[in-house]
């Protein structure tokens, strides 16, 4: 059964990835409870495919739950979606030592954690991630959010889960466009520090999507690692390396806010030109051979992912978006933190470059 543990002291975290695994959550999940009883949380969405094999885990480990499905999509991530499921936690009556369930994606996923993080001062809660994003990436390191009117995940906590289930039998039900989202992220871990894993993906990554069991199995292990990896050495990014975990979401953050953050370009598929976007940049300003630039959009285009500005459907000017950077948390007067690359594989932090220098960039990324 591949493991793999976040090594954070006190709060230390096993993630489980295994198909199947949610069918043996109740046995999973027994050994962390004071009591026979769990809050579930999911949405419309995965209640219909998913809660039941759930339920019966939980009813063969004879733990009681009560489930609160939500409605699917980004709005459950928000004040309304916060205020309904913490007063159902309390009206349930939570206790600070239970575990709070969340099945489901990323969205499900962060508003629990924020929730647990703040019922009752503290309960634990327990990730079962359904989608291949969740699965590699916002499951794991205990950022939890929601998104107000100034912006996305503005308002949230570090809170970890107390255990990660990871079963990627769930993600044969994920539309194709959700899971090529989610590839984007595990394309990420390659081009920040791992460049073997990129060859992977370009080896595999195409039998990843079309369903090879073995393959997502392999991904998910690979990503969860690396990840788990960067958020020990920096659980609260107080230093650079958890913000390499940010490679492409700068230009990605500015692409969604273009597109008025729906569904014409989801935040993997945002990720990904961003990604793309970003090793552009630096072979622009010479820090990276142009060579590994194109490899990087040749391999996103072959699993087709959003690649540059027009693939993503982004015709806003350079100086537009860069307007967009600079709302980012993390700019300070007229710069942003960009996450560049010298090469696939070898990204860093850089505060060398100022938004108007991206700003003509993207205007003659636009052009090209
Ligand atoms: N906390 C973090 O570190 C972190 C990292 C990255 C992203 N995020 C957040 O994650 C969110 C996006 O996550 P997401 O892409 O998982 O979105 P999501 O949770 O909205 O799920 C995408 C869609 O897939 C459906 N779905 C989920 N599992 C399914 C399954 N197995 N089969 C069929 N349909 C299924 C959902 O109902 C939804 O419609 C964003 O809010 C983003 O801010 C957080
Ligand atoms: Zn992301």
């Not at 990896?229 to 920096?234: E, L, S």
């Not at 070898?346 to 636009?366: E, I, K, N, P």
Request: contains cysteine; glycine residues 10%.
């Amino acid at each position: 059964m591949p493991t793999v543990k976040v090594a954070l002291g006190a709060c230390s975290y096993a993630v489980i990835i295994e198909s199947g695994v949610l069918g043996q959550a109740g046995a999973h999940v027994t050994p962390l409870l004071k009591r026979p009883w769990v809050p579930v949380v999911t949405d419309t969405n995965v209640a219909k495919l998913h809660l039941p094999a759930l339920q019966a885990a939980l009813d063969a480990a004879g733990i009681r739950h009560d489930v609160l499905v939500l409605d699917a999509g980004e709005g459950s991530k928000s004040w309304t979606g916060l205020a309904q499921l913490t007063e159902w936690l309390v009206e349930r009556g939570i206790e600070r030592s239970d575990h709070v369930i969340a099945l489901g994606g990323g969205v499900i996923g962060d508003l629990v954690g924020f929730a647990a993080g703040i019922v009752k001062r503290g309960c634990a809660f327990v990730q079962i991630p359904t989608t291949l994003l969740a699965q590699v990436d916002s499951s794991v390191g205990g950022k939890t959010a929601i998104n107000i009117a100034a912006g996305k995940n503005m308002v949230g906590a570090f809170h970890q889960p107390a255990l990660v289930l990871a079963d990627p039998a769930v993600l044969t039900t994920l539309p194709r466009r959700d899971l090529a989202a989610g590839y984007a992220e595990v394309v990420k871990y390659g081009l920040i520090d791992d460049t073997d894993f990129f060859a992977w993906c370009e080896a595999h990554g195409a039998a990843l999507l079309a369903g090879e069991a073995a393959a997502r199995e392999y991904a998910i292990t690979h990503s969860i690692a690396a990840k788990a990896r960067i958020v020990a050495a920096d659980e609260r990014e107080m230093q650079d390396v958890r913000a390499l975990l940010n490679l492409g979401h700068t230009f990605g953050h500015a692409l969604e806010a273009a597109t008025g953050f729906s569904d014409k370009l989801l935040h993997g598929e945002a990720v990904a030109a961003g990604m793309a976007l970003a090793f552009a940049f630096s072979a622009e300003v010479g820090l990276c051979p142009v060579e590994d630039a194109a490899r990087i959009t040749a391999h996103l285009r072959s699993v087709t992912l959003p690649h540059d500005l027009a693939s993503a459907r982004v015709e806003d000017s350079g100086p537009a978006l860069a307007a967009h950077m600079a709302h980012d948390k993390k700019a300070r007067g007229g710069t942003v933190p960009l996450i560049l690359a010298r090469g696939i594989g070898q990204s860093f932090v850089s505060t060398d470059y100022g938004l108007d220098r991206v700003a003509a960039f993207l205007d003659g990324q636009l052009l090209a």
